[in-house]
């Protein structure tokens, strides 16, 4: 509430927000129990009256978590989608700039997962099939692991490590 208060103090549109609010609560609640309520019309006729920045404030009182999804939005509008589209990792050129020495780490966010395109790499470069191993990481497989690398170095495969994050040392 006290982020409403604030917020109608911005423009006079949303100086009305706060009588919309009390006088159509069931409208207000109903949008704010979707999903994502930035994907359909904010109540009350504040999607026309609103511009996109204005929307992002007005999710951030409503529906905070949902703020990230909006700002891409904003982003999508004012600039273009392609500064929100991750971008896409060249694996060979990663492997050019990369030395038999030095280990390739790949930081992930949430549900990337690089394994096939390493796989399909490794079967290119002649690397595939026994020559590529992997382990998941976690719940004792750290000698499993170093046993791995050992081999891998000596007979010069390649090795994937999954789940390092797992590893307490």
């Known amino acids: 509430w006290h982020d409403l208060q604030r917020l109608k103090t911005l423009s006079d549109v949303l100086g009305e927000l706060e009588d919309d609010v009390i006088k159509n609560g069931k409208e207000w609640e109903a949008w704010y129990d ?22 992002i404030c007005l999710l951030r009182v409503f529906r905070p978590d949902r703020v990230t999804v909006g700002a891409q939005e904003f982003i999508i509008d004012k ?13 060979m ?3 050019e700039q990369s030395a038999p020495m030095t280990p390739v780490l790949f930081v992930l966010s949430p549900g990337a997962d690089p394994a096939h395109d390493v796989f399909a790499l490794a079967d290119k470069l002649g690397f595939g099939g026994p020559k590529m191993k992997f382990i998941a ?11 791995m690398l050992d081999t891998a170095a000596a007979r010069g495969q390649w090795i994937m490590l999954l789940n390092c994050h797992l590893l307490a040392s």
């Open 137 to 147: 990481l976690g719940q004792g497989q750290g000698k499993a692991a170093q046993q």
């Open 93 to 95: 050129k990663v492997y």
């Open 34 to 55: 979707l999903d994502a309520p930035e994907s359909v019309p904010y109540p009350c006729g504040y999607s026309d009256k609103l511009d996109v920045f204005q929307r």
């Open 79 to 91: 600039m273009s989608d392609k500064y929100v589209q991750p971008p896409v990792l060249n694996f």
